[in-house]
Structure formats: C-alpha cells, structure tokens
C-alpha cells in the first residue's frame, strides 16, 4: 500500500478517482459500491493527501447516501466512509469550516421519510423482529448513525455540540415522526464521544426530550427513543434511572391484557430498555412486571413472544439481582418446559432460557447444575459464540452459587473457558467500517481533535473487535469466577489459567485488558487461605 513519501502522487490522483467515481455511479450502481472503497484506501494510506480534496470528497458521498433515489446498499457505503473521514481527518474537518455541512448532510438519512405508498423498511423489520429502530442494520439511515457516532468520538464535544445541537432542535420539535425519530437516533449516537459533556451541561433538556420521545404517540418514535434511553443510559445516570421509573408504567400498560402475546417487538424492546436503565431500581416495579413476563411463558406462547418474553426477563434478573430471590419458584417454573429437549429451531429458545437462569444467579440455586450441564451440551454440539456465551454465564452464576460442589464439572467447564482465550481472532471483513430548547452555549475554547494515528506495516490483518473482544471478555470474567469460587477443586487449573490470562494483559482493547486484570485478582483470592477448604454443603440454597 502506498505510504507518506507518495503524498503528493496520491494528492494528484484523487481528482482523477473522484470523477471516474462519479461516472460510475451513474452507469453502474452496484459495481460503485465496491468501486467507493477505493476512497477509504486513501483515508488509510496517508490522510494528508486527502486533506486538499476532502470538500469534493465529503459532497461526492453525502449526495449518494442522501439520494433516496439510489440503492440502499451504494448509499451506506458511501455514508461509511464519511465515517472514516471521520477518524482519519477529525482536524481537517475543523479547519476546513466542513463540519456544518456535514452534519447537515447526516441528518437528511437519518430524518428521511420513506417514499409515499411505501412503509418505513426499518419499520416493518422490528415489527418483525429485526432490530429496534437505528439501532442495528445496514441501511442508510443506520450508516448516517455511525457516522455521527465516528465524529462524536474523533472531535471535542465542545466542538461538535454547538454547531449540533440547534440542528437538532427544530428536528425534535417537529410535526412530522420521521424528524422526530431521525433527531432522537442522533442524540443517542453522540454518547459515547460526547454523553459526559450532555450530563454536565444539558441534562435538564435532554431527559426532557428523551421523555417526550417515549411518550410520542408514534411507535416508531418510541422505539428510537428508547434507542437513545439505551446508549445515553451510562452517562446520564443516576438521573435517567429516575425518568425510567417514571415512564416504565406507561410501557407495562401496553403489554398487559389478553394482547400481550401478539404485541410488538417495539413495545417489548422499550420495556427492556427501561429495565437496562433501571438496574437495582426495579424493585418496587418487580411484581408487575413479572406479571407481564411470565403470562406469556406460562403457558408458553408464540415462538416470537417467547423470546421477547425471555430477552426482557433476561435484562430483569441482570439489573434486579437478589431482589428475585423470592420470584424465583414461579420463574424456575415458567422456564422448566422450555429446556427440555426438542427439534433444531427450539435451540434459540432453550439457549435463552439458560441465559435467565445463569443472571438469576444463585436464586437458582441447585438447578444450576443441570443447566450447566444442558449449556455445556448445547455449547459442544455447535461452534458458534452464542451457544458459548451463554455457558460463560452459567459458570460463574454456578460458581459464585455453589462453590467447590461445582468441582465434578470443571473438568468440562474450565477446557472450553480456556480455549476461548486462546481462541484466533476472526479474519478482518474486506468491507469498510460499517436543538433543545434551553440550551445553553458552550465555550468553543478546547483543544482540536486528535492526531490519526502513524500507518504501522501489519503482517496480517486480523479481526480485534465487536464479537470477538466480547466473547474474550466474558470468558475471561468467567474464568475468574470459577478460580475465586471453587477453591481447592481449580488448583489443577491454575497454571493453564496463569498463562492464558497473563497472555492477555496486554491485549489491545481496553475491555479485555480490564476483563484480564479482574481474573487475575480472582486468581489470587481463590489461592487464598480458603481454597484448601472442604466444600461446604451449606452454600446450596
């Protein structure tokens, strides 16, 4: 690939490619789809020679993937590389006085209505199961997200929300669901970069909008709202866990009454997303809610209600924790019929239902075994990172329950922990990464955004992200578990262990790092003064 010392050739050529770019948008549509990646070749070779051309650039990709005219797909693709424009060049877009017009090209996908006589795509999906509105997928709408999400992480918050945030204003405010959806999706993109900044300084406004969004009389709405409840969760908290608690009635009030088992996957998804926000807080809203849940477990309903159901009792047990404890005869009961064996297409099903009972932890006390043992199964009999996610779960929920009694399994148990951490990285994908009112200003006084990153010669290219890093985490973190649970029954264990863990220490993202240093100290404690001891009968409930 061509480096820094060919800047000026690869300035000269970028006219040149703009244009054939252009020609070929117009003769064949599906071959400029791949032909866009080329631009994302020049962002990665050596963004200074972009930089002089970056204007033509930005429009040439904003006009594609704000054409409703053309192919979703040619319009994503070019919305990702402004995506990349985005980690590449944060300061040349600052400089360059492009980041207005950028923002405006972003919001014209994300606010678009769908053509007249034909229903939102996006729409029809999470009716069926799809995912929740801007929250997944690869449509246009989708893609001018990420892109959002790119600039929020490369530039200053203090840079990006001024010239934002009045755009977002009249989108909110407006009569027309599309605005208001397309303005709510774009409030959630922005926090990770910029969620800390949104708490310190404009709080009050954006819970007021996120209020509003939820109680929207349009569905769609409501489900991008609840979208932008979910990511704004972490940042906004403990204040959300209150707007939570306060719309959480509204939520059940649509799922209760003999329509529950056909109502939509929105109403279930901003269920969910109330419960994430909630956590512990859920408490006092435990009965009504299982009320809900377990009607449509008990008897068992439609295979789509039944996961709904399942996902939502899934987020429950995670926030409520030892609050369920005394729920847990009624729900073991409901999930009881859902594990037994049956055809390929109830694996999805049974697989979930283990998921509640790994979060429900020691509430499930001597059942945790079976379940163990039925996720070891399901987790062998596939290779695929669900199955194995799922038995992770299980692990530390029967360790952390049981202690050295889990020790007859461990020799099944601890194999499978320890070739996830050793497990290849999946090669890397050839495609390109995928105004309130009473806002106040913000000092434009900080500092420009980050220098991209030197080009480092890799010798292969692998995949270090997304599933991958997550299935390392979870691994780990169950690992760790099983090590400061079990006692003296892992000390075969411990080497194998050391060295898989330690081998991590200096992997390179933050999470797995954290996941690693965590089961290291779970390794200590379990070689503790404790791990010698018998195991101890009395730690089943």
Known sequence: ??????????????????????????????????????????????????????????????????????????????????????????????????????????????CAAPPPGRPDPEDEEDEEGGEAEGCGGSSPRHAAAQALDALAQALPPEKLLPPLLPLLEPLLGSPQPPARKGGLLALGALAEGCGELLHRRYLEPVLRVLRGGLGDPQGPVR??????????????????????????????????????????????????????CLGEAVGPFLPSV??????????????????????????????????????????????????????????????????????????????????????????????????????????????????????????????????????????????????????????DDASEGAEPMEEEEELVEVEVGGAYVQELEEACEALGEVAEHCGAAFLPYVEPSLEAVLELLEFPQAGVREAAYGSLGCLCLGLGPGAAAEPDPGRLP
Request: charged share 20%; proline share 10%; aromatic share 2%.
């Open 223 to 276: 489900g991008a709202a609840a979208c932008a409840l979910r990511r704004l969760a972490d940042c906004l908290q403990p204040e959300v866990a209150t707007l939570a608690g306060e719309m959480l009635p509204t939520a059940l009030a649509a799922l209760e009454g003999p329509g529950v088992r056909e109502a939509p996957a929105k109403a279930w998804y901003i269920l969910e997303s109330l419960l994430e």
């Open 290 to 443: 299982l009320s809900v849940v377990l009607g449509v477990l008990d008897p068992p309903g439609s295979a789509r209600s039944l996961e709904l159901a399942l996902s939502t009792l899934s987020t429950l047990a995670s926030g409520a924790g030892e609050q369920l404890r005394p729920h847990a005869g009624p729900i073991l009961a409901a999930l009881s019929p859902l594990l037994r064996p049956g055809p390929p297409d109830t694996r999805a099903r049974r697989l979930q239902a283990l998921e509640v009972l790994g979060a429900l932890g020691p509430g499930a006390g001597p059942r945790l075994i079976p379940a163990l043992e039925l996720g070891l199964e399901l987790a062998l009999e596939e290779d695929e990172p669900e199955g194995r996610r799922v038995l992770y779960g299980l692990a530390a929920a029967a360790a952390a329950a049981l202690g050295a009694d889990l020790g007859p399994l461990l020799p099944r148990v601890v194999p499978v922990l320890l070739g996830a951490l050793r497990r290849p990285p999946a090669p890397a994908a050839a495609a390109a990464p995928d105004s309130f009112l009473l806002f106040d200003d913000v000092d």
């Open 1 to 110: 690939m061509l480096g820094g010392a060919h800047t000026e050739l690869l300035r000269s050529l970028l006219p040149d490619v703009l244009a054939a770019l252009e020609k070929l948008l117009g003769a064949d549509e599906e071959l400029a789809t791949e032909a866009l990646e080329v631009l994302d070749e020049f962002l990665e070779a050596d963004p200074a020679a972009v930089t002089p051309h970056l204007r033509p650039l930005l429009d040439l990709c904003l006009q594609v993937g704000g054409d409703a005219g053309r192919g979703d797909a040619v319009r994503a693709r070019a919305l990702a590389t402004v995506a990349f424009v985005a980690q590449r060049c944060p300061k040349a877009l600052l400089r360059g006085g492009l980041l207005p017009p950028l923002l405006g090209g972003l919001l014209g996908p994300l």
